[in-house]
Structure formats: structure tokens, C-alpha cells
């Protein structure tokens, strides 16, 4: 590969654990990691301080190293949105717009840009929500989604941008902290239980989320931008599905390999963004245009999830 990969938002849950994928795949040279400040905890190679909603700033960096690709993940999450809307508005949206242009000038060639659940509303079919279907958003980081979907195939439509996403479900990983996300008490429940053998849930017991565990999401990101561009029908954004779980079950999981381990329950604002969201999704058109098959199941991401971030958060202590 002759030209550079750039990773926007490099810290974050999914940047952290793509980065490593993809220099595993290219190599360390060939994927630019950056953020809007460098983390105090890596002394990270190939790293560029990049504001992303900074254009001129943006160009610099993907001129000086050659980048064809760039996946955005630069996001205000759902409930860390709610506090701050308009600069969730002007964050998700104007980066977006910065790295789409960049395409359309034929200065890059491919763009990975994820959506979300957030997406679907109220109103939305719960149990297996189709690909397509109502979407009414309750949420700024929502609507910011279900708009970027829109302008993401407008500018394949109009300007053929090779731009591809995912609708991420709620994702699970042991390898950065939960970044302000309604689905992230599935990663906050496993860091109390190691630490402190409880856990206070801000969600009711049997609340059911889509999730996924990261491998799996890490998996699915490099397969859909690896897939011939014919191949890929759908440019707003694919449904993904992983695992569907209630707190109540993945406290009931991870009891059997923590017995001591209990859960209790005081739900907040994020109650009201989790009722609003699917129970299940349908990716039926994901596994036909490119043959995706989740491979984690709630039992077998409880295990290895405890088994890899017991010496993470030893680490940590030390």
C-alpha cells in the first residue's frame, strides 16, 4: 500500500482498538492516529493533533502523509450530547462535512463514517428493526446520525464519494473506558464487578440493548471498507447486529464466573434514551452484501472480556 490511512478520534472506544487492527493489517507507518489532543497514557507513533472541525488543519495532515482513507469517529456521544447539544450538532455534523468534501475534491478515496442505533426513535419497530424503516430520533446525537446518513448517500449520489458506515449497536471492549455513551454501563458493569464485586446500574433491570462486542465491531468495520465497491448497496449506513442482553442477564453471566458479584438498579435520563432505542436489529442485508456473521455471543464475551481486563485494570492500579 502505497498511501496512508487516517483514524480521527483515534483515542475513543472503537479508535483505539482500530488502530491496532489496522497496523497490524498495513503496518505502523501506514495508519495516522489523531486526536484533538495526544493521550497522556501513550506515547503513540505516528500521531497528529488534529481538530477536526479545523479544515486547513485537516488537509495538512492527510497531505503530509499521503492519506487516501480516513475513518471518522470524532463523535459527542448520546448522553454526553444531551448536555451540550449544539456543539454535539456542530462537532458531528462539521466533521463530517470536512472529511466528505475532501472526497468529493478527489483528495481521499474512501470514507468510514459510523452511525448508530441512536437513529431509530419511539416510533421504530423494536424487535428486529429492519434496515429500513421509521426513524425519528429522540436524541441530538440521533438526529445528527440520521442527518449525516442522508448527506453520506447524497454525496455518493451526486458526487460518487466511496463512503460506507455501520449502525453501531451499543459496543463492549476492555481496552479504553466507557467514552459517555447510554449502552456504556455494558462496559462500566465489568470494571466494577472486577474491582469492587458490585455495581449500580443507571438503567432498570431488564432493559434490552443491542450490543456488540468490540472484536466483532473491529471486524466488521475493516470488512465493510475491504469489500468491493460494488458490493456495497447501501451508503447511508447498514444495520449490525451482535448480542441483544437486559442488565439483569449480563449480571446473571458474570455472577457465574464472580459469585460474589451483585447488581442494583437506579435508572436516570439515560432510562428515557434506552426505552427510545431497538431491543434487536435485523442485518440481514449486511450478511447478503458482504457476508457479516457476528461470532461473539453474550456467554463467550462475558469470558473473555473478564479473562483480558483483569490484568488491564491490575495494570492500571500499578
Not at 502523509?65 to 475513518?71: A, D, L, P, S, T
Request: hydrophobic share 35%; glycine share 4%; charged share 25%.
Amino acid at each position: 500500500m502505497n498511501h496512508s490511512i487516517l483514524v480521527v478520534g483515534s483515542s475513543g472506544q472503537i479508535g483505539t482498538e482500530l488502530v491496532e487492527e489496522l497496523r497490524k493489517i498495513y503496518g505502523n507507518s501506514k495508519v495516522i492516529a489523531s486526536d484533538i489532543s495526544k493521550p497522556s497514557n501513550s506515547n503513540l507513533e505516528f500521531f497528529e493533533e488534529l481538530d477536526i472541525l479545523n479544515k486547513e488543519q485537516l488537509l495538512n495532515v492527510v497531505k503530509k502523509h499521503n492519506v487516501k482513507e480516513v475513518y471518522l469517529l470524532a463523535a459527542l456521544l448520546s448522553a454526553t450530547a444531551e448536555k451540550n447539544p449544539k456543539f454535539a450538532w456542530e462537532l458531528n455534523m462539521n466533521s463530517l462535512f470536512n472529511v466528505l468534501d475532501l472526497a468529493k475534491d478527489k483528495i481521499i478515496n474512501k470514507v468510514f463514517w459510523p452511525s448508530s442505533i441512536a437513529v431509530f426513535g419511539p416510533t421504530t419497530p423494536k424487535i428486529e428493526t429492519p434496515q429500513l424503516t421509521i426513524m425519528e430520533p429522540s436524541t441530538v446525537y440521533g438526529i445528527s446520525k440520521q442527518v449525516g446518513e442522508r448527506w453520506c448517500e447524497y454525496y455518493f449520489n451526486k458526487y460518487n464519494v466511496d463512503v460506507r458506515s455501520l449502525r453501531y449497536p451499543g459496543l463492549i471492549g476492555y481496552k479504553s473506558s466507557p467514552g459517555g455513551g447510554t449502552t456504556d454501563y455494558a462496559v462500566d458493569i465489568f470494571h466494577h464487578a472486577i474491582k469492587r464485586g458490585a455495581y449500580e446500574c443507571f438503567l432498570q433491570k431488564n432493559t434490552a440493548l443491542p450490543m456488540m462486542y468490540m472484536p466483532d465491531a473491529i471486524r466488521a468495520t475493516i470488512e465493510l471498507m475491504n469489500t468491493p465497491s460494488e458490493n456495497v448497496k447501501i451508503r447511508s449506513s447498514y444495520n449490525l447486529s451482535g448480542i441483544s442482553f437486559t442488565p439483569e442477564e449480563i449480571a446473571e453471566e458474570i455472577k457465574k464466573i464472580i459469585p460474589s458479584f451483585s447488581i442494583s438498579y437506579k435508572p436516570d435520563f439515560r432510562q428515557q434514551i434506552a426505552d427510545s432505542w431497538p431491543q434487536s436489529i435485523n442485518d440481514s442485508e449486511a450478511n447478503r452484501d458482504w457476508n457479516w456473521q457476528a461470532k461473539y455471543n453474550l456467554k463467550t464475551m462475558t469470558e473473555d472480556m473478564i479473562k483480558n481486563l483483569v490484568p488491564v485494570l491490575k495494570q492500571n492500579k500499578n
